[in-house]
């Protein structure tokens, strides 16, 4: 069996509910409505444990935005046009780029996160974040919501 994540949508009814309790976790988190990983598990209805359990494998399928919509977050190595090599991908493979987060180059790479409507994209998430694995320079790249 391979050792990259595989991703399906899911209709939500179907889902053991500490999936649905850890999406509403991060959801008050994000909105900051609570401001700790135990006020928002103790909210939600769910352990600290089970809440990291499955914090970086459940994601909501963000409907309401028109499609499915997903942020990645990677390290990028401080040299010219690893960037542009990033979002050329993204271009090329179909996404729609709808927001690019960059600070500063820390020990010499550059935490970048990139939201992007994907749903016209040709090729499937797993194979999207494989090509951006490839690409010399550019590390840690996950997904940060969307699916």
């Known amino acids: 069996m391979n050792s990259m994540p595989h991703y399906l949508l899911v209709e939500s009814q179907v889902l053991p509910e500490v999936f649905l309790?850890?999406?509403e976790a991060k959801r008050l988190l994000l909105s900051g409505q609570v401001h700790s990983v135990n006020e928002a598990a103790r909210a939600a209805g769910i352990s600290r444990s089970a809440f990291y359990k499955y914090k970086d494998s459940v994601h909501p399928f963000n409907e309401e935005a028109g499609g499915y919509i997903v942020t990645l977050?990677?390290?990028l190595r401080d040299e010219a046009g690893m960037?542009?090599?990033l979002t050329s991908l993204l271009?090329?493979?179909g996404a729609n780029i709808m927001t690019i987060n960059q600070n500063i180059p820390v020990g010499g790479y550059a935490p970048v996160t990139v939201t992007a409507r994907a749903d016209g994209m040709k090729?499937?998430?797993t194979d999207l974040l494989d090509r951006i694995r490839?690409?010399?320079g550019i590390n840690n790249v996950e997904v940060v919501s969307g699916f």
């Open 134 to 136: 490839e690409i010399d």
């Open 83 to 85: 960037l542009s090599k």
């Open 91 to 93: 271009y090329h493979e």
């Open 123 to 125: 090729i499937s998430l």
């Open 73 to 75: 977050h990677a390290m």
């Open 21 to 23: 309790k850890v999406v």
